[in-house]
């Protein structure tokens, strides 16, 4: 029925101003099209970096748990270092859950979708998760901290450099430990430039500006001459 508004506004009050000139709509529309393909390959591009992330950090992870157990015959500090290392996921995990200002997936026109699922770091504080793999003496320095993952690895260097004078690991093995965390934190810094740089807001309206430039402003195009 709407539909029918503008048809009885043009043809039966004779409005003719309200006409679009095919070569406006074509203009508008080549527009629109670039931007909207190039909103698609930036997405595409964020998801893609997102998902190598997070295989490269599931794979070092595996790697990490074989080289903690067998570099050095200690099953307490081979637990600690492992156990550690869990702690460090699950608060880089809590950090790229944390609601940003620009972030849309708690506005009200999306609260219909939230019933369909549920984000368990929401849900649960991070103390109750860490609690189940740091010691307490770790657990009370990490929570006061603010960057917590960056802190918990810290740790595991630590412990590592401990173990090294110690006599109780190779300066071999110690290196290689060593590029292990460094390779952590190239990837928890790509997780962080995901998750603190926005797709830039002025892209996404653009479009609205096309359409609303056209529809509202019909005589302006009349007088360029389209």
Same mark, same amino acid.
Not at 29 to 57: C, L, P
Not at 87 to 107: D, G, H, N, P
Not at 126 to 134: A, G, M, R, V
């Given at each position: 029925?709407?539909?029918?508004?503008?048809?009885?506004?043009?043809?039966?009050?004779?409005?003719?101003?309200?006409?679009?000139?095919?070569?406006?709509?074509?203009?508008?529309?080549?527009?629109?099209?670039?931007?909207?393909?190039?909103?698609?390959?930036?997405?595409?591009?964020?998801?893609?970096?997102?998902?190598?992330?997070?295989?490269?950090?599931?794979? %070092?992870?595996?790697?990490? &748990?074989? #080289?903690?157990?067998?570099? =050095?015959?200690?099953? !307490?500090?081979?637990?600690?270092?492992? /156990?550690?290392?869990?702690?460090?996921?699950?608060?880089?995990?809590?950090?790229?859950?944390?609601?940003?200002?620009?972030?849309?997936?708690?506005?009200?026109?999306?609260?219909?979708?939230?019933?369909?699922?549920?984000?368990?770091?929401?849900?649960?504080?991070?103390?109750?998760?860490?609690?189940?793999?740091?010691?307490?003496?770790?657990?009370?320095?990490?929570?006061?901290?603010?960057?917590?993952?960056?802190?918990?690895?810290?740790?595991?260097?630590?412990?590592?450099? %401990?173990?090294?004078?110690? &006599?109780? #690991?190779?300066?071999?093995? =110690?290196?290689?430990? !060593?590029?292990?965390?460094?390779?952590? /934190?190239?990837?928890?810094?790509?997780?962080?430039?995901?998750?603190?740089?926005?797709?830039?807001?002025?892209?996404?309206?653009?479009?609205?500006?096309?359409?609303?430039?056209?529809?509202?402003?019909?005589?302006?195009?009349?007088?360029?001459?389209?």
């Amino acid at each position: 029925m709407l539909g029918l508004i503008p048809v009885i506004l043009y043809e039966v009050l004779g409005f003719k101003w309200l006409d679009i000139p095919w070569a406006i709509i074509g203009l508008v529309g080549t527009s629109a099209a670039f931007i909207v393909g190039f909103t698609n390959t930036q997405t595409y591009r964020r998801t893609d970096e997102g998902q190598q992330m997070w295989t490269s950090i599931f794979s %070092q992870s595996r790697a990490w &748990g074989l #080289i903690s157990r067998d570099f =050095f015959n200690n099953p !307490e500090k081979s637990k600690l270092l492992i /156990y550690r290392h869990i702690a460090w996921l699950t608060a880089l995990r809590y950090q790229l859950r944390e609601e940003r200002i620009w972030e849309s997936v708690s506005k009200k026109h999306n609260a219909e979708y939230q019933q369909y699922y549920t984000v368990p770091e929401w849900k649960t504080p991070l103390e109750s998760e860490l609690i189940n793999y740091l010691q307490d003496d770790d657990l009370k320095y990490i929570i006061n901290t603010n960057n917590k993952a960056t802190q918990i690895m810290a740790l595991q260097s630590v412990t590592i450099k %401990q173990l090294y004078e110690q &006599g109780k #690991i190779a300066v071999l093995q =110690f290196v290689e430990m !060593e590029r292990a965390i460094r390779d952590f /934190y190239t990837q928890q810094a790509k997780a962080e430039q995901i998750k603190n740089s926005p797709y830039p807001r002025q892209y996404a309206i653009i479009n609205t500006f096309f359409c609303l430039a056209v529809l509202h402003h019909p005589p302006f195009w009349h007088a360029q001459g389209f």
